[in-house]
């Protein structure tokens, strides 16, 4: 029962470089999300998605990119990667109706 | 768009205390509180839920309480356990697409 699925688990990043996350979800949930995750911060929503072919932005959308071709797949792409980005990233998946959020277990990312 | 609001940061309570994590919220359009727990190197998961028609709601040793007037809503951990201790997130759902977190507190059960 794989749930949420997030690749890699850790990612060293030099400035300016790209990249970008993977997320997968074998629950047929419409709603997926990315949120990055700071220490006195919470978790911010980046970006979120509610079906294939539709995203939107969150509360820290910039430096980031995504989109969403398949039910199943939403990753996450940084452009050009700053020291500013140096987090934990979650993807989430929510049944379309439901409330409950499934949280992968993170990718830690380091850009130096 | 929605603020929300957790204390205390950190928390320390002996095995068997009780604990409460409090959470303010900025819009009233907001109507659904999840709490999250997060045990370390893991994802956050669902532990309880409170609707903004509902003040209070109870499974096992937690509580959820909500006060729509004032804006804030409480977890409540009775009979604390070593494996209650994580880092606990509320939320605040402001559209049905977004949800606003708190910025956690650490919760460290003391055996």
């Known amino acids: 029962n794989a749930g949420v699925t997030q690749t890699p688990k850790f990612q060293v990043l030099k400035t300016g470089q790209s990249m970008t996350l993977q997320c997968a979800q074998d629950?047929?949930?419409?709603?997926m999300s990315w949120y990055r995750q700071d220490p006195g911060m919470g978790l911010r929503l980046i970006h979120y998605?509610?079906?294939?072919?539709?995203?939107d932005q969150g509360e820290v959308p910039n430096g980031y990119n995504v989109s969403r071709s398949t039910t199943e797949d939403f990753p996450l792409r940084l452009l050009s990667a700053a020291p500013s980005q140096t987090s934990v990233y979650f993807c989430?998946?929510?049944?379309?109706?439901?409330?409950?959020?499934?949280f992968g277990e993170g990718s830690w990312l380091t850009v130096v | 768009g929605e603020n929300v609001e957790q204390h205390p940061s950190t928390l320390s309570v002996q095995e068997g205390d009780s604990a409460v994590i409090k959470c303010t919220y900025s819009?009233?359009?907001?109507?659904?509180f999840p709490w999250y727990k997060q045990e370390l190197g893991k994802g956050p998961q669902l532990i309880i839920d409170?609707?903004?028609?509902?003040g209070e709601k109870k499974d096992q040793r937690i509580a959820v309480t909500l006060n729509k007037t004032a804006k804030h809503f409480s977890l409540h951990i009775t009979e604390t356990q070593p494996e209650d201790s994580a880092v606990y997130f509320c939320?605040?759902?402001?559209?049905?697409?977004?949800?606003?977190f708190g910025s956690g507190t650490k919760l460290n059960v003391k055996p």
């Open positions: 989430a998946s929510r049944q379309d109706g439901g409330n409950t959020i499934y």
């Open positions: 939320a605040a759902r402001y559209n049905f697409n977004k949800f606003y």
């Open positions: 819009d009233s359009a907001s109507n659904y």
């Open positions: 998605s509610v079906g294939a072919g539709i995203t």
């Open positions: 629950m047929n949930h419409e709603y």
């Open positions: 409170i609707r903004s028609n509902v």
